[in-house]
T-cell receptor
């Protein structure tokens, strides 16, 4: 069990630029989740994949955000035309699909918008 | 919106003391989970308690659940400096079994 891996760990970019984050889940897990966490808050759900299918997107995920999980393996989260309010920690998690299975989190990508 | 709300927001204790954190939630649940987050790191799952359980233990952790009051508590006994972290309760929201909703967390500081 190598854990959930996220890359990069930190990203600093200028407002208006596009950024892309990558998540490699635990290989046996069929579910993958993206959350966003701001300072002093708990994580907020963004989107969820079961295998390669994106089954739910939060209203927090504006049309500037897109997530993919090709072939049900790794996932990418892209933010286009970044804004100051996008500054946050973006967390990826994975789990088995059955009831009560814990979600395993990566260490996140911290995004800072200048 | 936050489903669970932890109390207190911050807690500072000495090594060896017990730490108790509380969580309240709003809607009916099938289970409630507790996670720990060290500064700058991801969340680590600690324990899950089902709605038909009242108490659960795991090592130095004790979790209780009162569904009539929609509340849960996490007790860490004989705390260690390494327990310093934020602790979150989480429940599944919107009738799903995948979308976790977290509270704002309790920041626990254990002083050596």
């Amino acid at each position: 069990d190598t854990g959930v891996s996220q890359d990069p760990r930190h990203k600093i970019t200028k407002r208006g630029q596009n950024v892309t984050f990558r998540c490699d889940p635990i290989s046996e897990h069929n579910r993958l989740y993206w959350y966003r966490q701001t300072l002093g808050q708990g994580p907020e759900f963004l989107t969820y994949f079961q295998n390669e299918a994106q089954l739910e997107k939060s209203r927090l995920l504006s049309d500037r955000f897109s997530a993919e999980r090709p072939k049900g393996s790794f996932s990418t989260l892209e933010i286009q035309r970044t804004e100051q309010g996008d500054s946050a920690m973006y967390l990826c998690a994975s789990s088995w699909g059955s009831e009560g299975q814990p979600q395993h989190f990566g260490d996140g990508t911290r995004l800072s918008i200048l | 919106s936050q489903q669970g709300e932890e109390d207190p927001q911050a807690l500072s204790i000495q090594e060896g003391e017990n730490a108790t954190m509380n969580c309240s939630y709003k809607t009916s649940i099938n289970n409630l989970q507790w996670y720990r987050q060290n500064s700058g790191r991801g969340l680590v799952h600690l324990i899950l308690i089902r709605s038909n359980e009242r108490e659960k233990h795991s090592g130095r952790l004790r979790v209780t659940l009162d569904t009539s009051k929609k509340s849960s508590s996490l007790l860490i006994t004989a705390s260690r400096a390494a327990d310093t972290a934020s602790y979150f309760c989480a429940t599944f929201s919107g009738g799903s079994n995948y979308k976790l909703t977290f509270g704002k967390g309790t920041l626990l500081t254990v002083n050596p």
